[in-house]
């Protein structure tokens, strides 16, 4: 998101995190434990890891970010090499767990490896694309200690969210876990992507009002131009369109990624976050692909500290790297994108981010 790192006010800190404390007062050693880990003893600090349990998909997303890095000859994670990486995300002061994929709920041991997650310890959580989640299907995630869930929802229309996730009734499948979620007492985020179609037909408008009717929280994203919208830059909005979604962003209950974050407002990727894919690659985040090492040859805490170290990943970044970071997406992208792809091998690029300069990233 286009905004310049500042100083988190205190205000929207209490309201981002706030509620989310109140209602989970368990978390309470832990947040505090992680701001003494940043403010005493001045140790890089993980907020939270986007951990994608499975690339598999009852959908065909014309935006998949996962396309490019599925391979059949690779084994998923296990729940006890699940629970052995989160064990060590808690070490460098892990707060949240998001359950992510793919569609993670299509994992048959999916209540295993919450229960690897510590959900009695950490905030625990599950992004969907809402297929077959009814009102039994919550009540088991709520007993398991999934404490929320995230829907992806690009349009209030339809038949341009069915269209655009390539799966006919998904949106109906949201709305059914949406209310369900709602009726069991489970808080609901949903993710939507902003695009050139929904800003200028007002879609986004529409679709922000329909999440405040479910007193939701929107997650606006901007284009990533990985996986299937690899080099795809006529998808980057325009200064008018950046424009719009900076007036929606904010309304009080839309948010960006980098709103959450710790002390300052910026792109959290690398720094508070981290992304895992399912045979267990640690990267800065699920649109920067490219591995600082895998869970399953070395401790987690190893890899994070290692990422820390490369100059970008020093402390938070102003705007989102690869959705509103014009030097980024056109000039580090396209390189970490072509090494990943073309090799299989997503190790060389950080090659490419090690050379970054983070004062030319830093405020673009």
């Not at 349990?53 to 994670?77: M, V």
């Not at 985040?285 to 600082?292: L, R």
């Not at 997406?329 to 983070?358: F, H, M, S, T």
Request: charge should be positive.
């Amino acid at each position: 998101m286009p905004m310049r790192k500042r100083l988190r006010n205190p205000l929207k800190l209490a309201r981002a995190h706030g509620k989310v404390i109140l209602r989970n007062a368990y978390l309470l050693p832990v947040v505090a434990r992680s701001y003494f880990r940043l403010l005493v003893l001045r140790k890089p600090t993980l907020r939270g890891v986007e951990f994608a349990i499975t690339y598999r998909c009852q959908c065909r997303c014309s935006h998949c970010l996962k396309d490019t890095l599925i391979d059949a000859g690779r084994a998923e994670l296990n729940p006890a090499e699940i629970g052995r990486a989160v064990r060590g995300m808690a070490n460098v002061g892990l707060l949240f767990c998001n359950l992510t994929g793919g569609e993670a709920l299509l994992r048959q041991d999916f209540y295993e490896i919450v229960g690897a997650c510590r959900p009695r310890k950490l905030f625990v959580t599950l992004a969907s694309n809402g297929k077959d989640v009814d009102r039994a299907k919550v009540r088991r995630l709520k007993a398991a200690g999934i404490r929320m869930v995230t829907f992806s929802l690009d349009s209030a229309e339809a038949t341009a969210h069915d269209k655009g996730r390539g799966c006919d009734g998904v949106f109906a499948d949201v709305v059914t876990g949406v209310e369900a979620c709602r009726a069991e007492g489970i808080p609901v985020f949903i993710n939507a992507i902003a695009t050139h179609e929904n800003v200028s037909s007002g879609d986004l408008n529409a679709l922000t009002r329909l999440v405040a009717g479910w007193d939701a929280l929107l997650t606006i994203n901007l284009p990533y131009l990985v996986g299937s919208w690899h080099g795809r830059t006529d998808l980057l909005l325009d200064e008018d369109e950046m424009a719009r979604v900076r007036e929606i962003m904010e309304l009080p209950h839309v948010r960006w990624e980098g709103s959450s974050n710790y002390l300052t407002e910026g792109c959290p990727a690398g720094t508070e976050k981290v992304y895992v894919t399912p045979y267990g690659d640690v990267m800065p985040c699920a649109a920067i692909h490219a591995s600082y090492g895998n869970v399953r040859e070395e401790p987690f805490e190893t890899i994070y500290l290692r990422m820390r170290r490369t100059p970008i990943f020093c402390g938070a970044n102003g705007p989102c790297l690869t959705g509103g970071n014009r030097r980024f997406q056109c000039e580090a992208l396209p390189e970490i994108n072509r090494l990943a792809y073309e090799g299989k091998d997503p190790r060389k690029g950080v090659e490419v981010l090690e050379r970054l300069r983070r004062e030319d990233y830093e405020k673009r």
